[in-house]
């Protein structure tokens, strides 16, 4: 399976040059390549080598910060996504003594790619200020700047510099994203739901406090962010926010079948599993299943999924079949044992069944 860090390979690492040596012929390509290809190059992983490809450009430019700001907006279009993280970092590594054009910077340069993790250390240098510079994103016209004011900011955005003060108390971060609850783009309404549901990590009575105040009150698009944004407690079947979300209780609904393909999986094979659902009175069900994955260590450790978000009508019965991968990915690693298959009706566990993993 290729690796993400991959992108910055050889066919990459000469478009790069190519392009500052376009946006300026005094670009030194010799002491840009060499320091790129050092020893331990095709050992570093990938925010690593965004880290040593910005410090060799770096070298290349051989400017002061303000000077190579315009080469690096001259080639920064040409590279898009993860590609072209390397231009924020490079303004990360070298441009915190130079506030507005940073800002300025990292604001253009959003656009191509993303300034998400660039911002992190701005934040840490000075969090009040830099909270302001996230306020006025979020009144552009551009949608991407305007996702860099939430996803920016983010307490645990994936990849980035830790920001502690947040996590300790993340009540800035309400205020900063209060200007983006409706905004006409799923690009940063998404980003909005993924930093509320990061807060709810560590303060799930302050979300649930903000869900409480604006669900089914301001507009559609508020709505889809809170819901998605609760989607952590909902997995965890905290019941006020089922409430909120208009789920009741699991006592009118029962499990009526549960049933396997197979008791055994071999690892790179898949589950394959039908439940049967039946509904005494009229009720808003949200089904997910749970696996008791065994984990290297020898002990369970649980991932839960969703089934289905319905209605039942009372006397209804309802069948679903799911198909459950057991291929190794980058993000979840299988290991032989006993797992054992868990189907929740609105935050309960009504119905489980063991079943074997093989190599």
């Keep these: 399976m290729a690796d993400l860090k991959d992108i910055y390979n050889n ?3 000469d478009s790069l040059a190519d392009a500052l040596e376009r946006a300026d012929l005094s670009f030194n390509r010799k002491a840009f390549l060499n320091c790129v290809y050092q020893e331990e190059w095709e050992s570093l992983a990938l925010k690593q080598r965004v880290r040593q490809l910005s410090t060799a450009m770096y070298k290349g430019i051989n400017k002061p910060f303000p000077k190579a700001l315009p080469v690096l907006l001259d ?11 390397v231009f924020p970092d490079y303004v990360e590594q070298y441009g915190l003594a130079f506030w507005e054009k940073s800002m300025d910077a990292l604001a253009r340069l959003t656009v191509y790619s993303t300034s998400e993790f660039a911002v992190r250390p701005f934040l840490l240098q000075d969090q009040e200020r830099m909270l302001s ?3 006025k994103w979020t009144k552009s016209s551009n949608e991407h700047i305007r996702r860099l004011a939430s996803e920016g900011a983010r307490p645990r955005l994936p990849w980035a510099h830790s920001i502690p003060a947040f996590k300790q108390d993340p009540a800035p971060l309400f205020v900063l994203l209060e200007p983006l609850m409706q905004d006409d783009s799923l690009y940063v309404r998404k980003s909005v739901a993924n930093h509320l549901n990061d807060i709810s990590k560590t303060h799930p009575d302050l979300v649930i406090e903000f869900i ?3 669900y089914g009150q301001q507009h559609p698009y508020t709505d889809w962010i809170l819901r998605h944004a609760a989607r952590t407690l909902l997995k965890q079947g905290n019941k006020d926010v089922l409430h909120l979300f208009g789920y009741p209780g699991s006592e009118h609904v029962s499990v009526q079948r549960l049933t396997l393909e197979k008791r055994t ?3 790179g094979e898949a589950l394959h599993f039908s439940v049967e659902l039946h509904a005494a009175l009229d009720t808003k069900v949200r089904v997910e299943y749970a696996i008791d994955y065994m984990k290297k260590n020898g002990r369970p450790s649980r991932k839960v999924f969703q ?3 319905t209605h039942l009508a009372a006397g209804q019965s309802k069948v679903i079949v799911r198909t459950q991968s057991f291929r190794d990915m ?3 690693k299988h290991y032989a044992g006993e797992h054992t298959l868990v189907i929740l009706v609105n935050g309960v566990s009504k119905e489980s069944i063991a079943f074997q993993v093989t190599k």
Excluded: C, H, Y
């Design 11 to 13: 066919d990459f690492i």
């Design 75 to 85: 080639a920064a279009p040409s590279f898009k996504q993860l590609e072209g993280l």
């Design 133 to 135: 510079q996230m306020m």
């Design 212 to 214: 409480r105040r604006r």
């Design 265 to 267: 999986v071999v690892i």
């Design 307 to 309: 089934l289905s978000d």
């Design 330 to 332: 980058t993000t979840r």
